[in-house]
């Protein structure tokens, strides 16, 4: 118990970064900087190791909470060895994209702010990928942003092709969730008062990483790996920005292309079986969410679709899979939070080539 109670991973300022300091990176995957207003943040490129296919559309990974682009290393590497163009962004603060200060960032910044790096990213890859929209994969925060982006209209000009929500934080509101991680948690608020508050506190120890995050299979030298590369402080206004509902489905599911032109599904929910935070009735209920919305679109003749409520089960490792209403709702079996980066991963990045292809 007492382990946890360290400063050992916190940190107060900023990192260094130069080129020199740079992680270095996996065999095809490259590093871009992407100009922005507050300045320049990082975007990984999983370049394609076999002929393209052609008129692919890219994948677009946006990394949630304390990650970065580098969360996403595996499925990069898994996509591009399929021809499949694909891309992972670093927020500010995150991964080697430019820091604010901690009180800048802590304190500070916003979801808005976060979203705004999104954005750029989004349009920097339609640009450079002939003006193809992409597919957005967002986990946890970074799933809710997608979210908030595509149903708020001071974005209404960003559309994607389809949308993943892997183990993302829900439109209707994080309180629960957040319940979730006090309950795994009983030394939380202490532990936060004894950390001044810094936001990183609830992951301040691999045990606590492990807990929150990860099964009890992943080797501890990956998670000390993970432990290290973890952002130095955390923006607080983006999860109290989506405690509350923050996204209305009827604004949202317009915004993806797939839906209106064929009859599959332009949403894919991605869980981990043994998520304890965003946990199976989270995820399901984040999907039923979007499948009322589609239904009632459908009925009204907004979008292109089935009509009806039939939700199906669909084949796949773990037996928990459905499909319906614009929807397919999956799970990773063995695999807690950081769903695309467990043991198991690899079904995970399998499931999501599946959605991919329906597409």
Request: some cysteine; overall charge positive.
């Amino acid at each position: 118990m007492f382990e946890t109670f360290t400063y050992r991973f916190l940190h107060f300022r900023r990192p260094t970064l130069t080129p020199s300091s740079l992680p270095s990176l996996p065999k095809g995957i490259e590093r871009f900087f992407v100009d922005t207003p507050g300045g320049k943040i990082e975007v990984l490129y999983g370049k394609p190791s076999k002929q393209s296919r052609n008129g692919a559309t890219p994948l677009f990974f946006v990394h949630g909470g304390m990650g970065g682009a580098w969360v996403w290393l595996e499925y990069l590497s898994f996509f591009a060895s399929r021809g499949i163009p694909c891309y992972a962004i670093s927020m500010r603060g995150h991964g080697s994209s430019w820091h604010p200060s901690y009180l800048r960032m802590v304190y500070f910044t916003t979801k808005r702010m976060l979203a705004d790096d999104v954005v750029a990213g989004i349009k920097w890859v339609q640009n450079r990928e002939g003006g193809r929209e992409v597919v957005y994969i967002g986990h946890s925060s970074g799933g809710g942003l997608g979210q908030y982006i595509l149903s708020a209209p001071e974005f209404e000009d960003v559309k994607v092709k389809g949308l993943v929500l892997a183990g993302a934080v829900p439109g209707f509101g994080s309180l629960g969730v957040y319940i979730n991680w006090w309950r795994l948690d009983p030394w939380f608020n202490i532990r936060m008062i004894f950390h001044g508050w810094h936001p990183n506190s609830p992951l301040s120890h691999p045990t606590l990483t492990r807990r929150v995050f990860f099964s009890e299979q992943l080797p501890g030298s990956y998670l000390m790996k993970f432990q290290q590369r973890v952002s130095r402080y955390e923006s607080l206004l983006w999860p109290l920005g989506m405690m509350r509902p923050f996204v209305k489905p009827q604004n949202l599911l317009p915004r993806i292309t797939s839906l209106g032109t064929n009859k599959g599904q332009g949403i894919m929910v991605l869980g981990g079986e043994i998520d304890k935070i965003m946990t199976i009735p989270v995820m399901e209920q984040l999907a039923n969410t979007y499948r009322g919305g589609y239904a009632s679109l459908v009925a009204q003749k907004k979008i292109e679709g089935e009509a009806g409520n039939r939700v199906e089960k669909l084949p796949g490792e773990g037996g928990k899979d459905t499909v319906g209403n614009g929807v397919r709702c999956c799970y990773v079996p063995g695999a807690g939070h950081h769903l695309q980066n467990d043991v198991t991963w690899e079904i995970g990045a399998q499931k999501l080539l599946a959605f991919y292809e329906q597409l």
